[in-house]
């Protein structure tokens, strides 16, 4: 009787249940969802800052030209 005991919690803690493995596979993609929209944002502001500074260096341009040629 207690090495049925013993090999029925054997087999039990064997592998992991269905519902364990779908819990898991939502938390990994609501982390990896939450990732994409933080890179997205943060590449989206760098394009952002590229741009404001490409502008900044046109301006400067012009007004060197204007002070130059009138």
């Known amino acids: 009787m207690g090495s049925d005991f013993r090999s029925n919690i054997k087999n039990l803690s064997l592998g992991f249940t269905l519902v364990e493995l779908l819990v898991v596979i939502a938390i990994l993609g609501i982390l990896a969802t939450i990732g994409l929209v933080t890179f997205s944002s943060s590449q989206m502001r760098g394009r952002?800052?590229?741009?404001?500074?490409?502008?900044?260096?046109i301006s400067s341009a012009l007004e060197i030209y204007y002070n130059d040629y009138g």
């Open 48 to 57: 952002d800052a590229q741009r404001k500074s490409d502008l900044k260096q």
